[in-house]
Nanobody
Framework: QVQLVESGGGLVQPGGSLRLSCTAS????????MGWFRQAPGTEREFVAA????????YYADSVKGRFAISRDNAKNTVYLQMNSLKPEDTAVYSC???????????????????WGQGTQVTVSS
């Protein structure tokens, strides 16, 4: 059974930082690209960042470029999202997802991801 478990969310002041983690089990982690998506109340799920299977390529939404950094540790089956200079508009539930190596589509499309975690809440507020 595949499980993706996120951690690291919480309440942070504007300008602050958080690091999210997502640990996978039940799948060949090192063969899968991984992505982070977020969803705020009343909005559609949106792409945040993605990383290729070996960490060699990273992709970011324009809204987080230069502030967020995605990385992975295949030995620990874990993907990270370092979030700096956080803004109130970053408030959302953040979920990680795995993308099979055979997926032909865009890294930014949620349709290309097979397994999803439950999500972790990030709230940016003073």
């Amino acid at each position: 059974q595949v499980q993706l478990v996120e951690s690291g969310g919480g309440l942070v002041q504007p300008g602050g930082s958080l690091r999210l983690s997502c640990t996978a089990s039940g799948l060949l982690f090192s063969s899968n690209s991984m992505g982070w998506f977020r969803q705020a109340p009343g909005t559609e799920r949106e792409f945040v960042a993605a990383i290729s299977w070996n960490g060699g390529r990273q992709y970011y939404a324009d809204s987080v470029k230069g502030r967020f950094a995605i990385s992975r540790d295949n030995a620990k089956n874990t993907v990270y999202l370092q979030m700096n200079s956080l803004k109130p508009e970053d408030t959302a539930v953040y979920s990680c997802a795995s993308r099979p190596p055979t997926s032909p589509g865009s890294f930014g499309s949620s349709d290309e991801y097979r397994y999803w975690g439950q999500g972790t809440q990030v709230t940016v507020s003073s």
